[in-house]
């Protein structure tokens, strides 16, 4: 079986890529404990002992705020990793998967944005991101850099769960509704990630599957369907969540502007990404971002 490396393993996306993976290829998972991407010299290890086909990077300095005040471990965990492994993945003939963000773009475009648009992030956490993505397609690997946006899962740090767990204790949340964006389930990116090898979920990877997707090396944006603000998001979030439990009381959604909610990182008051590209080059389409709440908060019970 092909072996796939996969970086972050017990991250949003990279927990659901791993188990998806499990039985359609020989998966070698790492955490942060087992491969710290802030060590160079760890990285370059365990690249030329394991000797992967397929690396996906799913590992990232995510915390957009703190990065403010950290830039130095975000550009060694978002920009340095990144580029060593794609060194390495140059040196090896192995292919590269790796996993951008809609924080890249400022927000100033009315519509949708494609991938040749002009970035131009608004903070730390962007700029490390796009350091990082250049740095890929710089290196001369096979490569597919994913750009996605707001994710969700129904574990770890995100939106959805903290909407909920604030709801615990509050019966009124102010959300800001002037930041536009697709709220991307980790699974439905998950699922996406590994169509990008052929459609049949059951199938084990086999070499032809990689050949073909380094074929299409390149960027490209993968965020579920459609549209929303965060005030949508969380309204839907506590809509559906009644739907399930009729006894459930939610709180009141107060819409608010960015304005109102003062917090260290900058955030683009628009980052639709259009997944045209996507599409076109692998028939891949990830559904409208309601479909992949509703999973989401079925997981939850
Ligand atoms: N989350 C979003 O809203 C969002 C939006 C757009 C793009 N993306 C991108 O999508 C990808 C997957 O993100 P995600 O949502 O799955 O994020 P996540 O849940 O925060 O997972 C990231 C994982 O990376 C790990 N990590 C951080 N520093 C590390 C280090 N020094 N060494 C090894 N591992 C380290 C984290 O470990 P710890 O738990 O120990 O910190 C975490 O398990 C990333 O490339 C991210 O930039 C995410």
């Given at each position: 079986?092909?072996?796939?490396?996969?970086?972050?393993?017990?991250?949003?996306?990279?927990?659901?890529?791993?188990r998806?993976?499990?039985?359609?290829?020989?998966?070698?998972?790492?955490?942060?404990?087992?491969?710290?991407?802030?060590?160079?010299?760890?990285?370059?290890?365990?690249?030329?002992?394991?000797?992967?086909?397929?690396?996906?990077?799913?590992?990232?300095?995510?915390?957009?705020?703190?990065?403010?005040?950290?830039?130095?471990?975000?550009?060694?965990?978002?920009?340095?990793?990144?580029?060593?492994?794609?060194?390495?993945?140059?040196?090896?003939?192995?292919?590269?998967?790796?996993?951008?963000?809609?924080?890249?773009?400022?927000?100033?475009?009315?519509?949708?944005?494609?991938?040749?648009?002009?970035?131009?992030p608004?903070?730390?956490?962007?700029a490390?991101?796009?350091?990082?993505?250049?740095?890929?397609?710089?290196?001369?690997?096979?490569?597919?850099?994913?750009?996605?946006?707001?994710?969700?899962?129904?574990?770890?740090?995100?939106f959805?769960?903290?909407?909920?767990?604030?709801?615990?204790?509050?019966?009124e949340?102010?959300?800001v509704?002037?930041?536009?964006?697709?709220?991307?389930?980790?699974?439905?990116?998950?699922?996406?990630?590994?169509?990008?090898?052929?459609?049949?979920?059951?199938?084990?990877?086999?070499?032809?599957d990689?050949?073909?997707?380094?074929?299409?090396?390149?960027?490209?944006?993968?965020?579920?369907?459609?549209e929303?603000?965060?005030?949508g998001?969380?309204?839907?979030?506590?809509?559906?969540?009644?739907?399930?439990?009729?006894?459930?009381?939610?709180p009141?959604?107060?819409?608010?502007?960015?304005?109102?909610?003062?917090?260290?990182?900058?955030?683009?008051?628009?980052?639709?990404?259009?997944?045209?590209?996507?599409g076109?080059?692998?028939?891949?389409?990830?559904?409208?971002?309601?479909?992949?709440?509703?999973?989401?908060?079925?997981?939850?019970?």
């Amino acid at each position: 079986m092909i072996r796939v490396l996969v970086t972050g393993a017990v991250g949003q996306v990279g927990s659901d890529v791993a188990r998806l993976l499990e039985g359609r290829a020989e998966v070698a998972a790492f955490d942060r404990a087992s491969l710290d991407l802030a060590d160079p010299d760890a990285i370059v290890r365990c690249m030329r002992e394991l000797r992967p086909r397929v690396i996906v990077n799913a590992g990232a300095y995510t915390a957009v705020d703190r990065a403010e005040s950290e830039p130095d471990i975000a550009h060694a965990v978002n920009a340095r990793a990144p580029r060593i492994l794609a060194e390495e993945s140059r040196r090896a003939g192995a292919l590269l998967v790796h996993y951008s963000t809609d924080y890249v773009f400022d927000g100033t475009k009315a519509g949708p944005y494609v991938e040749t648009d002009g970035t131009a992030p608004l903070g730390v956490y962007g700029a490390t991101k796009l350091e990082g993505e250049r740095a890929v397609a710089a290196s001369g690997c096979d490569h597919v850099i994913l750009r996605t946006s707001w994710v969700y899962a129904p574990r770890g740090r995100n939106f959805m769960l903290t909407m909920l767990r604030l709801a615990e204790t509050r019966d009124e949340l102010r959300v800001v509704d002037d930041q536009r964006g697709a709220p991307t389930s980790s699974l439905a990116l998950a699922r996406a990630t590994l169509e990008l090898f052929g459609a049949d979920a059951a199938r084990p990877l086999g070499a032809d599957d990689v050949a073909c997707v380094a074929s299409r090396s390149g960027l490209y944006h993968a965020t579920a369907g459609g549209e929303t603000t965060w005030y949508g998001f969380a309204s839907e979030i506590f809509r559906e969540r009644q739907a399930r439990v009729p006894s459930y009381r939610p709180p009141q959604v107060i819409p608010i502007a960015t304005r109102d909610y003062p917090t260290p990182a900058r955030r683009p008051a628009n980052s639709v990404l259009s997944n045209e590209r996507l599409g076109a080059a692998f028939g891949v389409r990830i559904p409208a971002w309601r479909e992949g709440l509703r999973e989401a908060l079925s997981a939850l019970g």
